[in-house]
């Protein structure tokens, strides 16, 4: 088990900032590619954003290029996710997740922290 947890959500007006974190007390955690994903109410879990193991591979959802950027500290067991310039449509839980190889569907992943609320007012 890699329990994980998130911090840093919250409700924001449009346009704004936040910035997730996402923690383990694994020791590991440097051997998780790490992934975020969202999801509204009455919607699928989505792909947000993913990193490799060493931080140097990162993949995001179109709909957030330019806008977020996730990044990991493995010296801190902790992933990020910094998001700018939100909208309305970013509102939803987000989630981290840990996984051997990584990829951009939930399935890919082992591991999974209990979620954080985003919420953007417009």
């Known amino acids: 088990q890699v329990p994980l947890e998130e911090s840093g959500g919250g409700l924001v007006q449009a346009g704004g900032s936040l910035r997730l974190s996402c923690a383990t007390s694994?020791?590991?955690?440097?051997?998780?590619?790490m992934g975020w994903f969202r999801q509204a109410p009455g919607k699928e879990r989505e792909f947000v954003a993913a990193i490799g193991r060493s931080g140097e591979i990162r993949s995001y959802a179109d709909s957030v290029k330019g806008r977020f950027a996730i990044s990991r500290d493995n010296a801190k067991n902790t992933v990020y996710l910094q998001m700018n310039s939100l909208k309305p449509e970013d509102t939803g839980v987000y989630y981290c997740?840990?996984?051997?190889?990584?990829?951009?569907?939930?399935?890919?992943?082992?591991?999974w922290g209990q979620g954080t609320q985003v919420t953007v007012s417009s």
């Open positions: 997740a840990a996984a051997q190889r990584g990829g951009t569907t939930p399935r890919q992943y082992d591991y």
């Open positions: 694994e020791r590991t955690f440097s051997s998780y590619a």
